[in-house]
């Protein structure tokens, strides 16, 4: 089992920025693949970025255009997600998960365990 728990959501202005972790417990962090989810109201869960177990490679959604930074530290357990030029539609709730293979994972379906997510609200 692997436990995450999200942090750093909240309420900013259209052109802020955030910056949410996920903290893992429970076993080893670096054999995970984590990802990034998000969902807004009234639509499906949709993928937002992931990076690898080392770090080395990350992929994104095509909405995050480059305002959107993913990264981690295997030594404190905990991914992050930057996000810099929010807008309205960014708003949702943004979910961490973890995914016990290899590569660039892209599906929400791969992934093995779900945090609880946390509100992220951009005013116009």
């Known amino acids: 089992q692997v436990q995450l728990e999200e942090s750093g959501g909240g309420l900013v202005q259209a052109g802020g920025s955030l910056r949410l972790s996920c903290a893992a417990s429970g076993r080893t962090f670096s054999d995970y693949v984590m990802g990034w989810f998000r969902q807004a109201p009234g639509k499906e869960r949709e993928f937002v970025a992931t990076?690898?177990?080392?770090?080395?490679?990350?992929s994104y959604a095509d909405f995050v255009r480059g305002r959107f930074t993913i990264s981690r530290d295997n030594a404190k357990n905990t991914v992050y997600l930057r996000m810099n030029s929010l807008n309205p539609e960014d708003t949702a709730v943004y979910y961490c998960a973890a995914d016990n293979s290899f590569g660039i994972r892209r599906s929400a379906s791969t992934y093995d365990y779900w945090g609880q997510g946390t509100q992220v609200t951009v005013s116009s």
């Open positions: 990076i690898t177990r080392s770090g080395g490679l990350t």
